[in-house]
Nanobody, 121 residues
Framework: QVQLVESGGGLVQPGGSLRLSCVASGNIASISGMGWYRQAPGKQRESVATITSDGSTHYADSVKGRFTISRDNALNTAYLQMNSLKPDDTAVYYC???????????????WGQGTQVTVSS
């Protein structure tokens, strides 16, 4: 069994910062790509940032220069540093990982339960 658990969401004023964390646990043999996605009320889930196992990153145009994705492979953890937050960043943020589970060995996409980020004065 594999689980992803996000933390770090909350209420922040415009211009503020938050740091999200995502810890993967369970029968994990390897983790390939990881990513952060978000879904605002009434909108489809969208990709925010992704990172490969060797550290290559990709960002949505709307967050470039403000958000930074990183990971610690030894801790099976991904992070999303969010600076200069705007009200439009308000959403539930989800962590995703492409993970090789063990016993039995099988690749799959796993998602966390989401963490709420609200940007408001």
């Amino acid at each position: 069994q594999v689980q992803l658990v996000e933390s770090g969401g909350g209420l922040v004023q415009p211009g503020g910062s938050l740091r999200l964390s995502c810890v993967a646990s369970g029968n994990i043999a390897s983790i390939s790509g990881m990513g952060w996605y978000r879904q605002a009320p009434g909108k489809q889930r969208e990709s925010v940032a992704t990172i490969t196992s060797d550290g290559s990153t990709h960002y949505a145009d709307s967050v470039k220069g403000r958000f930074t994705i990183s990971r610690d492979n030894a801790l099976n953890t991904a992070y999303l540093q969010m600076n200069s937050l705007k009200p439009d960043d308000t959403a539930v943020y989800y962590c995703q990982g492409n993970i090789l589970r063990s016993r039995p060995f099988m690749w799959g996409d796993y998602w966390g339960q989401g963490t709420q980020v609200t940007v408001s004065s």
